[in-house]
């Protein structure tokens, strides 16, 4: 069966601090993997995809950057955060056939 | 572009009561793909159903029922006999049928707290 990890699950980073979260999948290969962002009681907002490595499209302009470096490894990265970075970062996968997403336990950044 | 609006922000129910959540989607697309997500307090958020545009069949699971009406542009999902363990936030979400991006539009979510 298919899991998908993210680390860390929660994070507290200053302003202008560097970022970098992780997330794997596995038990599938070639998954559409995404980055979504959820405010506080808000809805999820997609912020990144990837249909391959080294594939990454942008959904909004921001300060974050993505990179798919193994097929199943999603990274989101950050130079210089920023306190609006502060949410609930979820990734996700989906296969080839199917549709639906199927989301990672999230990471919760505070951005202090 | 496609919108899901979600009116219902918050419902209370006791426990036992049947609930409906609402969700109402716009695109201008006929190939499309509905979802609904629970976010139990966790935060994960669990897949519950997909729907195609091409079958309005109304599907039901357990305690779960699904209503699909293209007339209307609605994806209502009803809970019957409510349990505490469905407290949690329902999304529901819209995806076309496109090859590539696949990427899903979600509402603004429902908060269900079941009362004991």
């Known amino acids: 069966s298919q899991t998908i990890h993210q680390w860390p699950a929660t994070l507290v980073q200053p302003v202008g601090s560097p970022l970098s979260l992780e997330c794997t999948v596995e038990?599938?290969?070639?998954?559409?993997l995404y980055w979504y962002r959820q405010a506080a009681g808000r809805g999820l907002q997609l912020l990144f995809y990837s249909v391959g490595i080294g594939q990454i499209s942008s959904e909004v302009p921001q300060n974050l950057s993505a990179s798919r470096p193994q097929d199943r490894q999603f990274i989101l990265s950050s130079k210089k955060l920023l306190l609006s970075d502060s949410g609930f970062y979820l990734c996700?996968?989906?296969?080839?056939?199917?549709?639906?997403?199927?989301f990672g336990p999230g990471t919760r950044l505070t951005v202090t | 572009a496609q919108k899901v609006t979600q009116a219902q922000t918050e419902i209370s129910v006791v426990e036992k009561e049947d609930v409906t959540l609402d969700c109402v989607y716009e695109?201008?697309?006929?190939?499309?793909?509905l979802f609904w997500y629970k976010q139990p307090p966790s935060g994960e958020l669990v897949f519950l159903i997909r729907?195609?545009?091409?079958?309005?069949q109304n599907e039901i699971s357990g305690r779960y029922s699904w209503n699909f009406q293209k007339s209307t542009s609605s994806f209502n999902f009803t809970i019957t006999a409510s349990q505490v363990v469905d407290s949690a936030v329902y999304f529901c979400a819209l995806s076309l049928m496109d090859t590539g991006r696949r990427a899903l539009t979600f509402g603004s979510g429902t908060r269900l707290q079941v009362q004991p």
């Open positions: 996700a996968w989906s296969g080839q056939r199917f549709y639906e997403q199927y």
């Open positions: 695109t201008r697309d006929t190939t499309y793909y």
């Open positions: 038990g599938t290969s070639n998954p559409n």
């Open positions: 729907r195609n545009s091409f079958d309005e």
